[in-house]
């Protein structure tokens, strides 16, 4: 008689097993949940950086303006903005800013969720740039529609490129003039780089290229002397002499026409 065959027992599931399976279909679904929030996610970021979206509507502008005027920089800005909160060119609303004559420099930040609050500097020029501009104590020149009040600044003059030297000399001349009763009408550096001073009342000085400092300085020592007689009234002063200066009179005070010209005198 054949022995019955052996019946086999299933292997228990153990409960790391039965505590996995039943993990699974949690993990899936927190998977899936996480790829619907990121794909919600990126469809509304999308969705934000369309140019209609979330429009500018507000344009802050803080400064203090002597030249400028606020309503004008709002309608720039208006005018170049191109997107909205998001999308909108900060690069472009600076540039247009500072295209402006007045405008020194511009800071632009966003605040939400529709305004644009800017720091507006306004130019502080501190003499005139030839016939038409302004130039700022940093050297920069810029020229505004017209130069109202600001004309009669002292005039400077120089090559290209050579508008900081300019302002660094203007700057040591005006106060030592000022010590002399001088008032400087004009500075001047021209193609040769040779120095030229014009004072208020006609008088001008040529300083040269070279020893400029010491050169003034001479100038500056002797001009009580050159004034000292009511009869005589400097025009020019020629200080390009190594051991004196030339001078040439006006035949009075009230006559600006050339007298003579003078030979190098005294030692200074």
């Not at 009669?152 to 002399?180: C, D, I, K, M, N």
Request: include cysteine; hydrophobic fraction near 45%.
């Amino acid at each position: 008689m054949a022995a019955a065959p052996k019946k086999s027992r299933a292997k228990p599931r153990s409960a790391a097993d039965t505590t996995a399976s039943r993990r699974w279909p949690k993990v899936l679904l927190g998977a899936i949940s996480l790829a619907l929030v990121a794909a919600a996610g990126s469809f509304g970021y999308r969705s934000l950086l369309e140019p209609g979206r979330l429009p500018l509507r507000v344009i802050e502008v803080n400064g203090e303006f002597q030249q400028l005027d606020q309503a004008e920089i709002q309608h720039t800005v208006a005018a170049t903005i191109d997107g909205g909160f998001f999308t909108c060119d900060m690069h472009s609303l600076r540039d247009a800013v500072l295209a402006m004559p007045w405008v020194a420099d511009v800071s632009i930040r966003r605040v939400w969720p529709d305004k644009l609050r800017m720091a507006v500097t306004e130019q502080v020029p501190l003499a005139r740039w030839g016939d038409a501009a302004l130039i700022n104590v940093a050297g920069e020149v810029f020229q505004p529609g017209e130069l109202g009040p600001y004309s009669a600044l002292v005039r400077l003059r120089g090559p290209s490129g050579s508008e900081r030297r300019v302002v660094a000399f203007l700057q040591s001349v005006v106060p030592a003039a000022r010590a002399r009763g001088l008032q400087l009408d004009a500075l001047e550096l021209d193609e040769r780089r040779h120095w030229w001073l014009r004072f208020d009342g006609g008088l001008t000085v040529s300083l040269g290229r070279e020893d400029t400092e010491n050169r003034l300085a001479q100038f500056l020592r002797v001009y009580p002397s050159l004034v000292a007689e009511q009869q005589r009234v400097p025009e020019r002063v020629d200080m390009r002499y190594s051991h004196g200066f030339a001078v040439r009179w006006q035949t009075d005070a009230g006559d600006a026409s050339v007298a003579d010209a003078a030979q190098p005198r005294g030692k200074v």
